[in-house]
């Protein structure tokens, strides 16, 4: 079945540090990609997304590339702030159809 | 525009106990779907409704676990008897018709003592 992969974690790193988190994916068709983030007491929101390979999803200076040769959707920020603490989500969805998600990564920023 | 709301935020019960989470989808959204996040592993889907109907309750863990969606609008979940592994965060979704984007609930934490 369709599920991904994410590391997990936790990640510490410090204010403008450098981020990757790694996310492949396992999916039969043409997913949408997706990331979410959780904000320490909050909900889930939506990051940023890609509809089709090669498209790349950005906001607040994250950004993801749909890469289907590789079946991978990378997030990454060049500078990390203390406000980006927070647990980040890979996910996809096959279809009209249910979010597939990744377990999480958390990650702190220390000033 | 309000987004997706879940009541309550948090709920502690004792083990056998019954609880009922609430969500109110975004208006107009006819596809609502519950995910839940177990001991801070991955969040895994329940179950989906298409206006009242029940589309997908593959997710759902077992018979303990009754959800409605009366109307096609609100939704509530209701778990009865609780076990302490029912513990977790119960998030809630909506979707608009052919759209891809779901805009999820604040979440409610549940804790089964």
């Known amino acids: 079945g369709d599920s991904v992969t994410q590391m997990e974690g936790p990640v510490t790193l410090s204010e403008e540090a450098c981020l990757t988190i790694?996310?492949?994916?396992?999916?039969?068709?043409?997913?949408?990609l997706f990331w979410y983030v959780q904000y320490p007491g909050e909900g889930l929101q939506l990051l940023l997304k890609?509809?089709?390979?090669?498209d790349k999803g950005s906001n607040k200076g994250f950004e993801a590339t749909y890469r289907k040769e590789t079946t991978s959707f990378h997030l990454e920020k060049g500078s990390v702030q203390v406000s980006d603490s927070a647990v980040y989500f890979c996910?996809?969805?096959?279809?009209?159809?249910?979010?597939?998600f990744g377990p999480g990564t958390s990650l702190s920023v220390i000033p | 525009e309000a987004g997706v709301t879940q009541f309550p935020s948090h709920s502690v019960i004792e083990k056998g106990q019954t609880v009922t989470l609430r969500c109110d989808p975004i208006?107009?959204?006819?596809?609502l779907y519950w995910y839940r996040r177990v001991m801070g592993k991955e969040i895994k889907f329940l179950l989906h409704f298409v206006k009242e109907s029940k589309q997908d309750e593959s997710g759902m863990p077992n018979n303990r676990f009754l959800a409605e969606r009366t109307g096609g609008t609100y939704s509530t979940l209701k778990v009865q008897p609780a076990e302490l592994e029912d513990s977790g965060v119960y998030f809630c979704?909506?979707?608009?018709?052919?759209?891809?984007?779901?805009?999820f609930g604040p979440g409610t934490r549940l804790t089964v003592l």
């Open positions: 790694n996310c492949t994916y396992t999916a039969t068709g043409y997913p949408s």
């Open positions: 996910a996809l969805i096959p279809s009209y159809d249910k979010v597939i």
């Open positions: 979704a909506s979707r608009a018709l052919l759209a891809h984007e779901q805009f």
């Open positions: 890609a509809t089709k390979a090669d």
């Open positions: 208006s107009g959204h006819d596809n």
